[in-house]
């Protein structure tokens, strides 16, 4: 019996090798057009299978290259997001800084890292999610340009506050040195005045007088016969000094130096505020014209051997003094 080989190529399963497989078919067998029918149609099926497994591989490829340009466009995103963050960092430490309103910010930037997250985690249709993505980017790059304008704007101002400021503590402190020189003349003219103000004794004379008032006028008094001291002074018109009734007290200051305190005596504070002793006081009326003021002192004892210094004190000023002996 007469066989021939025929030869045909079989794809396996694995889409990926080829086989030559070969079949013997006898010429005498009544078969033989079924054989090869059945051949033909094996080779159209193996080369749809071998179209099949190309495309599928060109498919394969293709789907790695499109998840690989999602995954490079998704880590731009991720960067753009943290970008955005930092920048929100920094308007709000500006914001800080400039003691304004932050909340809405902080709010903003919480929601970004969320978003971020979201990036990286993110399963999802990532073409919806870049375009959402790219949208939230624009708002709040929106929202950084705004909130710049607000930080500049308000730059400006405190730029402009701190002008005024510094003009208004210079015109402070020029009216501080105005003021202060105000002050400083009224103290001048206000001691100018007190010192205007102030009384002064004239034409002094002491005389002294025994028992019987016999006067000895001469400044020199015997000690057995000195019973008391008048004092006689000349109060000059001043026109800066206020009328009405004045008070004078006077220091008979002793030989030893000690001022000399009797029955009408006592202390009074001088213009410096200095406590003084007195011998005696007596009240006047000033009334702005030249006037002879007595004043008389009876020491109850006898008077001890020496000088006697007298200070004549008005308002607690020294107006006048004087001195007598006593032999």
Avoid: W
């Amino acid at each position: 019996m007469f066989f021939r080989k025929i030869y045909y190529f079989c794809v396996l399963p694995s889409y990926d090798k080829f086989k030559l497989m070969t079949i013997e078919v006898s010429k005498t067998d009544k078969k033989t057009p079924f054989f090869i029918v059945a051949l033909v149609v094996l080779a159209i099926v193996n080369i749809i299978l071998v179209y099949l497994m190309m495309q599928n591989k060109q498919e394969s490829i293709d789907k790695d290259v499109f998840i690989e340009k999602q995954k490079l466009e998704l880590e731009e995103t991720s960067s753009k997001l943290d970008s955005v963050s930092r920048e929100l960092d920094i308007r709000i430490a500006e914001a800080k800084k400039m003691n304004r309103d932050y909340q809405a910010l902080l709010e903003i930037q919480e929601q970004l890292k969320k978003d971020i997250e979201k990036a990286k985690s993110s399963q999802v249709d990532v073409d919806k999610l870049v375009r959402e993505y790219d949208a939230k980017i624009k708002n709040y790059e929106a929202l950084l340009a705004e909130k710049e304008a607000q930080i500049k704007n308000l730059q400006i101002e405190k730029t402009e506050l701190n002008k005024e400021i510094s003009k208004s503590q210079s015109e402070k402190t020029r009216l501080a040195d105005s003021i202060s020189n105000i002050q400083k003349q009224k103290k001048e003219l206000e001691a100018t005045v007190a010192k205007a103000a102030i009384l002064k004794a004239e034409n002094i004379k002491i005389e002294g007088l025994n028992e019987k008032n016999k006067v000895d006028d001469d400044g020199k008094f015997k000690a057995k016969s000195l019973e008391k001291i008048r004092i006689t002074v000349k109060i000059i018109e001043n026109n800066a000094a206020k009328t009405g009734n004045k008070e004078m007290f006077i220091r008979i200051i002793e030989p030893t130096g000690a001022v000399m305190v009797g029955a009408e005596g006592g202390r009074f504070y001088d213009a410096q505020g200095k406590d003084m002793n007195y011998t005696f006081s007596q009240t006047f009326l000033f009334d702005n014209v030249n006037r002879i003021v007595t004043l008389t002192f009876r020491k109850g004892s006898k008077f001890q051997k020496g000088t006697y210094l007298v200070e004549l004190y008005c308002e607690g000023h020294l107006v006048g003094k004087s001195s007598f002996n006593v032999n």
